[in-house]
């Protein structure tokens, strides 16, 4: 299999054998093939630019087995109340947490790229762009119908609270905007909304509405009424 671009040192960091295994056994049943990339990074995960089998242009998601990420555990791993260790498990339920939101989410009818596969701690998904090239970040763009997305994105917010959870890390660099349509992005930090994490779906709220500071936007309070989860 080929690496593309990823310097030695990602490659050290990363293609542990239980990646490459894993990365095996997604090529074996017909969702992997060349690896190009990566096109996202960060302290982890991964993201790379394949082709399936059956030539579908794909996102492969992979979570880093290094433990440098955990020295300090995040906040909303602990909400999960999943006992939080160092090990192979950890990352792969992490990952399977990921998928379960985001293929919750396409369920929904959100714009979210098209979840194809999760296996340990690998996610496969529709890749939002052409022949490996990524679609843009909302950030970086500007000539776009604020109103319209705006509404597009509280309409998300607003279904995945009904459904009972939020994103948890919503932001411009966490939406892509392809084919003229906003994609909610990185659902690695999703949670259950309950009254210990209602701060999670306010952040959120306040994401958005910071982003969209130059056109009306919707208050809060307003939002946390209509979805009918605290009063």
């Avoid at 690896?35 to 630019?49: D, I, N, R, T």
């Avoid at 990952?95 to 369920?107: A, I, P, Q, R, V």
């Avoid at 690998?122 to 939002?128: P, R, S």
Wanted: net charge positive.
């Amino acid at each position: 299999m080929s690496i593309g671009f990823i310097s030695k040192d990602f490659y050290n960091g990363l293609f542990d054998n239980n990646t490459a295994l894993n990365l095996r056994k997604l090529e074996g049943d017909g969702l992997v093939s060349e690896l190009k990339g990566p096109f996202g990074s960060g302290k982890e995960a991964l993201v790379f630019y394949t082709r399936s089998l059956d030539n579908l242009e794909c996102a492969v998601k992979i979570h880093r087995y290094s433990i440098n990420p955990f020295k300090k555990i995040p906040q909303y791993m602990r909400i999960r109340r999943k006992k939080v260790v160092n090990n192979l498990s950890i990352i792969n339920v992490w990952t399977s947490y990921e998928y379960k939101y985001l293929l919750k989410s396409y369920n929904l009818g959100i714009k979210v790229p098209k979840p194809y596969r999760q296996y340990r701690n690998i996610i496969v998904m529709k890749f939002l762009g052409y022949n490996g090239i990524p679609a843009p970040l909302l950030n970086e763009i500007n000539d776009f119908d604020k109103e319209r997305v705006y509404s597009i994105l509280l309409d998300s917010i607003k279904k995945m609270a009904k459904a009972g959870y939020t994103h948890g890390d919503l932001s411009a660099y966490n939406i892509m905007y392809f084919e003229d349509e906003p994609y909610i992005i990185d659902f690695s930090q999703s949670v259950k909304i309950t009254p210990s994490t209602k701060d999670y779906l306010i952040k959120d709220i306040n994401n958005l509405n910071a982003f969209f500071k130059e056109i009306k936007t919707e208050p809060v309070e307003k939002i946390l009424k209509e979805v009918g989860l605290f009063e």
